[in-house]
C-alpha cells in the first residue's frame, strides 16, 4: 500500500467517526474520573521503522495533509504553545512541557512539525517530535500522575489565564506508551492522546462533537506511525 493509500484509510476512519452524537458537548467532570495510567507495550531490543528517529522527510509523510481528509476541512494556523505557563507549575507536565519534557526539547530535539485542520465547530490538530534518543517512559508517566493533582488548573498561553478542567480518556493503546485525556476550558472540551513511540512523541488533540473520540484519537495516531518507513 503507498502512502496516500494509507492516508486515505486513516482519513476514511476519521470520516467514520464523525457523526454527531446530537448532545451538547459534556464537560468533564475531574472530581468523579480516576486518574489514568499510560498504557505502556512491551520493550523491545530492536526498534522498529516507527520507533526510530526520524528524518524531516518521512515527518512530512507522517503529518496528514488537508487534500487527505475527506469533507470540508480546511488547514488553519497550528496554536503557539511556547509560551505556556500552569499554575501549579507540575500541570506543565499535561502538555509535555515540564521540566522532563522540556529537557529533552532543549537537548535531544531533531525535528518537529505540527498541523491543524477545522471542519464547522471541529478542530484537529497533531504534533510530531522527534529526538536523537529514546523518549524516557517518565515523560508520560509523569504526565498521568499529575491528571488528579491538575484536575483543575491555569493555563496561560501568553494571551491571559484561563480556568481547565482535566480527566482522564479510555484510549486504546498506540506505540510504546499512551495517554488519553480530555481538557475542559470555558465549557468546550478536548480530547488529546499523547504518545510515546520510541525516539517519536505524538500529540493528537480533537475538538467538537463525534460518537467515540478515544477511537478516533487511536486511529489517527496509529495511522500516522503506519505511515512511517
Known sequence: MTHRSRVAVAALALV?????????EPVAAPSTTPAPTSSTSSATTELSPEQRELTAQQVRVVLPQVQDLPGSWR???VRDTSRLTAE?????????????AQGLRDDHLGVASAAAFTSGERRLEVSLLTFDEVVPQTVLEQAGQVVGPCSTHMVDLGDGPSDVAVSGLP???????SLGLTTTTGGRPE??????SGHTLLVVVHRGDVDDPGALLHDVA????DRVG
Open 16 to 24: 467514520a467517526l464523525a457523526g454527531c452524537s446530537g448532545q451538547d
Open 75 to 77: 488547514e488553519v494556523d
Open 88 to 100: 501549579p507549575p507540575e500541570c506543565l507536565d499535561l502538555y509535555l512541557r515540564g521540566e522532563a
Open 171 to 177: 484510549v486504546d493503546e498506540v506505540g510504546d506508551q
Open 191 to 196: 480530547q488529546r492522546l499523547l504518545v510515546r
Open 222 to 225: 496509529r495511522g500516522m506511525l
